[in-house]
């Protein structure tokens, strides 16, 4: 029978199924942070339960950490705790654990993929909904609760439903400046953050192939926005090569078989999907988000809607309160639109690449009057590799705040936020009411785009520059 | 786990579609370690103002509301973040049951593990529902686990659907961890074939 990647993996990750219980599912690798793991190392302890396979962990902190002023202690004693616990836990329990002062450290998917953690094939989860990032390495990896995460370290499997498949094909090439955000961005606009509820979605097609690893990770991390488990992308040429040599990839004779297995995952030729989109590249503009959902979106040349652009009655009544929450009128030119903060970084776009497009972009230029400018890299290893080339000069030229790794402003825990009325464009993955800051505005956008904005004060079709 | 009960109880309506995990527990709240007291922040950026005091617009703020037990509210509920502490809220602040004609997937799984059944109706069933609410704020719904049905005030009787082994496992309260590793045999037995297949994954 002709298979998807999706039913491969699925297949040989199928521990048992017992009559009148779900699928038990294996799980190679577990991914931790702070704020997800607390109550499920407690619950492990208050039932005398132990870790069933240590190894299999990879742990960093990330979310609540501050992004200056490292060296003092963490301000808030809540925070404080939490990072604390962490520290404490994978001491316990002998976990690898990137903390904060070390060198490996940053955001969780980010560091993963550089320590070539995760490979093809593999089930991947983590207490984070952005795991989805590692489907880029053809991996099955999904964001689960924290009861889970406490089953997987107890039992090293999960109970899982089957999802159903969804290949979302985009053809042709993409545009100068318009990038895998964009991609994603433009997919989200056109199925809404429901649409692959139930789903897995696996991205294919020429515009998809081509892109770079960080490209495809950008990519697969937002699937969750788009309603689905996971996203994932055929391991090919470009996953081995960025792969080999990596702390964690196999090497010598393993490596040939690890690689004679990847090489068997991509979908087979003419293997159904319950669903297909279909997306042409070359129509795919820079996009930009203009309300409260990552579903409303627009590209650059358009224009904010209008309330009564909608037929359905919620979408309607959606954009009557995203506009009165974002403060926009129906019909203001995307470009008309002010910024007072850009925000580059989060597990979105928080890699090297994203670092480069922007100094690209920023060279020579001065940050807008008024608006503040950051810049925080996915972890301390993108960070050096920025300052080895130079980007972070640039940046710091043209008026930038050059920061220390973590999530920073993408959820705001770490006291990197917006104050109420303030706007943003950020290359982050949710623009929710007051995601960065209670009343804060939030506008997702890659990070070429976002650099622009913090150059002209208001955000500009880059493919004009 | 606290096995779950069939129950009358007062449906609160929060009309709005989309509701994130970010509305349902913001942030700021995360960084506990302990699973309880979460209650308390539900919903809190619109449930409070700026001053700490009461919102009187925010839906679950109506005194018809107050001691619901069941949530009525719009599409692709729990939509955003994998954080367990959105459930952890919502059944801290005294509700077990929520009906929605979609979820967001990692939010219906989370319901499971804390008692809260999250029930699928259909627009129509959802629309009925939620008219029957906005005529006589504070009815109640009956809810039948066993039966897997929703009875309104007004008599009007629907049948859900649930994955048979979430049912049990809510009917009686099971911990999933303690039924999973009545599998440990054939976890052990994956285990030993797993380390043959994918050597480079043990080293």
């Not at chain 1, 002998?94 to 998917?109: Q, R, S």
């Not at chain 1, 690893?213 to 994932?232: F, P, S, Y």
């Not at chain 1, 991509?266 to 930009?288: G, K």
């Not at chain 1, 002209?456 to 493919?463: E, K, S």
Request: negative net charge.
């Amino acid at each position: 029978m002709k298979k998807t990647m999706y039913e491969k993996i699925w297949d040989s990750h199928l521990v048992c199924e017992a009559a009148g219980q779900a699928p038990l599912v294996y799980v190679d690798r577990h991914l931790m942070h702070e704020v997800t793991s607390p109550q499920a190392f407690e619950g492990l302890r208050n039932a005398n339960r132990k870790i069933r396979n240590p190894h299999s962990i990879l742990a960093t902190m990330d979310h609540c950490v501050p992004t200056k002023d490292r060296d003092l202690p963490i301000a808030d004693p809540i925070a404080r705790k939490q990072i604390e616990t962490m520290a404490e836990n994978c001491r316990e329990n002998n976990l690898n654990l990137y903390d904060i002062k070390n060198p490996n450290n940053g955001v969780i998917h980010i560091v993963v993929p550089e320590h070539g953690f995760v490979h093809p094939g593999m089930v991947t989860v983590c207490g984070d909904s952005h795991t989805a990032t590692h489907g880029a390495f053809g991996a099955l990896a999904f964001g689960i609760g924290t009861s889970e995460v406490e089953h997987v370290m107890a039992t090293q499997t999960l109970p899982q439903m089957k999802s159903k498949t969804m290949l979302v094909r985009v053809d042709g090439k993409l545009p100068k400046y318009s990038s895998a955000k964009d991609i994603i961005l433009a997919v989200i606009g056109k199925i809404g953050t429901a649409g692959g509820t139930g789903y897995v979605i696996e991205f294919a097609g020429e515009a998809v192939i081509d892109l770079t690893m960080e490209g495809r990770m950008t990519l697969c991390n937002m699937a969750i926005e788009g309603g689905a488990r996971a996203g994932l992308v055929m391991p090919d040429e470009k996953t081995y090569e960025y792969l080999k040599g990596r702390e964690f990839a196999p090497s010598g004779s393993e490596w040939d078989t690890a690689l004679a297995y990847w090489k068997t995952l991509p979908s087979d030729d003419d293997a159904e999907f319950d669903t297909v989109v279909i997306l042409t590249a070359d129509d795919i503009a820079p996009q930009v988000t203009w309300g409260t959902s990552p579903e409303q979106v627009a590209p650059v040349s358009g224009a904010v809607p209008s309330p009564e652009d909608f037929n359905d009655e919620g979408k309607r009544q959606a954009c009557i309160s995203a506009l009165n929450y974002m403060d926009l009128k129906p019909k203001t030119k995307i470009t008309d639109i002010p910024v007072n903060l850009v925000f580059l970084g989060s597990c979105t776009n928080g890699r090297i690449e994203d670092f480069r497009i922007a100094a690209e972009i920023t060279k020579n230029h001065k940050v807008a009057d008024g608006v503040t400018a950051i810049a925080v890299p996915g972890s301390y290893k993108v960070k050096e590799q920025a300052e080895q080339e130079g980007l972070d000069q640039i940046l710091i030229d043209a008026g930038w705040e050059w920061r220390d790794p973590g999530c920073s402003m993408c959820l705001a825990m770490n006291g990197d936020e917006l104050t109420p009325g303030q706007r943003s464009a950020s290359t982050s993955n949710r623009n929710f009411e007051g995601r960065q800051g209670k009343g804060g505005r939030t506008h997702l956008v890659s990070p070429a785009m976002a650099a622009a904005a913090a150059t002209a004060g208001h955000f500009v079709d880059i493919r004009n520059l | 786990m606290e096995p779950y009960n069939n129950h009358t109880s007062i449906a609160a309506l929060i009309n709005r579609s989309n509701v994130d995990t970010d509305q349902i527990i913001p942030k700021q709240f995360l960084k506990k370690v302990e699973r309880s007291g979460f209650g308390i922040h539900l919903f809190h950026d619109w449930r409070f103002n700026d001053d700490g005091s009461d919102n009187p617009d925010f839906e679950l703020n109506k005194p018809a509301f107050q001691s619901a037990k069941i949530l009525v509210t719009g599409d692709n509920f729990g939509c955003g973040s994998s954080r367990e502490h959105a459930p952890w809220a919502i059944a801290d602040y005294g509700f077990n049951t929520i009906i929605s004609s979609s979820y967001a997937d990692i939010f219906y799984n989370n319901c499971f593990k804390n008692g809260i059944l999250p029930i699928r109706a259909t627009q129509e069933q959802l629309q009925l529902i939620a008219n029957e609410i906005n005529s006589h704020e504070g009815c109640s719904l009956t809810i039948n686990l066993e039966e897997q049905t929703v009875v309104t005030p007004l008599g009007n009787n629907f049948a859900f659907e649930l994955d048979p082994f979430r049912k049990e496992n809510l009917l009686h309260g099971l911990d999933d961890i303690g039924l999973t590793l009545e599998q440990i045999d054939k976890i052990d037995e994956y285990e030993q074939k797993h380390r043959r297949l994918y050597p480079w994954l043990w080293t």
